[in-house]
């Protein structure tokens, strides 16, 4: 003979799983309250990410919100560099999530306080060489001078590269192009915005 089982019943005398002390799935709450209510923490969880913003020059400037970065992007005053594996969905769009955004007109920062050192030159870059295009841990990566400084090239965020030490090799005391290796679009991208921040005017936020 088997063992007895305690049935339990209702008030009407049926025999009922919860009487029992069994849960059942989705009898926690409400028919998907708590889905509904995890999904939304997450998503306002996710809008709060950190998002690293670099001025047109690839200068890091700031640090801002999803949110703030998505409002910026909307009005066409940046744009995204990097972006996270993850979507947000309004009522008609989907949109990426960025991890990085560029303003798109440079912008002058009084006082600037950040400092122009090699962590913060990786950090602009992305820790990915500028002439290959390859992504390297910082302690495989060197800072070069665009422009070399036997030529007159400075130390600035704009003539200074992240770079592994392969193609500093290759590079030596010459320019990218005097190598007459391939010029990844990374590089190639950096050269454009370099040269525009150059020949447009500076202006100072509001």
């Known amino acids: 003979m088997g063992a007895n089982r305690h049935m339990s019943v209702d008030s009407r005398g049926r025999s009922t799983p919860e009487a029992a002390g069994e ?7 409400p028919a998907g309250s708590r889905p509904h ?3 939304s923490t997450r998503r306002a969880s996710l809008m709060q ?3 690293l913003v670099l001025n047109a020059t690839y200068e890091p400037i700031n640090v801002t919100a999803v949110r703030r970065a998505m409002v910026l992007m909307l009005k066409g005053v940046a ?5 996270h594996n993850t979507e947000v969905h ?5 949109h990426r999530v960025p991890s990085v955004i560029r303003l798109l007109a440079y912008r002058h920062i009084p006082q600037q306080s950040r400092a122009l050192s090699r962590k913060n030159i990786l950090l602009r870059d992305r820790n990915t060489c500028q002439f290959c295009g390859r992504v390297f841990p910082s302690s495989e990566l060197t800072l070069d001078h665009v422009v070399p400084r036997s030529r007159g090239g400075r130390s600035s965020w704009e003539n200074l590269v992240a770079c592994c030490y392969r ?8 320019t990218w192009a005097e190598t007459g290796a391939k010029t990844s679009a990374v590089y190639a991208a950096h050269l454009q915005t ?7 005017p500076r202006r100072t936020l509001a």
């Open 23 to 29: 849960v059942m799935p989705g009898s926690e709450g």
């Open 37 to 39: 209510n995890l999904l």
């Open 49 to 51: 990410e950190p998002v």
């Open 79 to 83: 744009q995204a560099e990097e972006m």
């Open 90 to 94: 309004s009522a008609a769009q989907v």
């Open 167 to 174: 193609c500093n090799n290759t590079k030596g005391d010459r």
């Open 194 to 200: 370099a040269d525009a921040a150059d020949r447009a």
